[in-house]
Nanobody, 125 residues
Framework: QVQLVESGGGLVQAGGSLRLSCAASGRTFSRYYMGWFRQAPGKEREFVAYISSFSGGNTDYTDSVKGRFTISRDNAKNTVYLQMNRLKPEDTAVYYC?????????????????WGQGTQVTVSS
């Protein structure tokens, strides 16, 4: 069982930056691949970023955040991060981190077994 707790959300002006953190419980964090998803008001939850297990050498991003967001992990701290730069109003959403171990399509919610409660990110214009 893995518990995930996100933090770092808040209100920021367009063009600003935020760093989200997701702290995981358990001693096997490094075995899990991790993802960030987001859900804007009135919209379905969507994939944002992915990082592979262990060294995290494989990452993936949805097109709208490529070049602006960076996902990383620190296995010693059981934490995954999402550095968000040059934020836009359309990035406003609740951001969720997720953990998985069973494999599957990295951009699908069904690939992930555990979810955090979410953290709100609001970008003002």
């Amino acid at each position: 069982q893995v518990q995930l707790v996100e933090s770092g959300g808040g209100l920021v002006q367009a063009g600003g930056s935020l760093r989200l953190s997701c702290a995981a419980s358990g001693r096997t964090f490094s075995r899990y691949y991790m993802g960030w998803f987001r859900q804007a008001p009135g919209k379905e939850r969507e994939f944002v970023a992915y990082i592979s297990s262990f060294s995290g050498g494989n990452t993936d991003y949805t097109d709208s955040v490529k070049g602006r967001f960076t996902i990383s992990r620190d296995n010693a701290k059981n934490t995954v991060y999402l550095q968000m730069n040059r934020l836009k109003p359309e990035d406003t959403a609740v951001y969720y981190c997720a953990a998985g171990i069973s494999g599957g399509y990295r951009r699908s919610e069904r690939t992930y077994d555990y979810w955090g409660q979410g953290t709100q990110v609001t970008v003002s214009s």
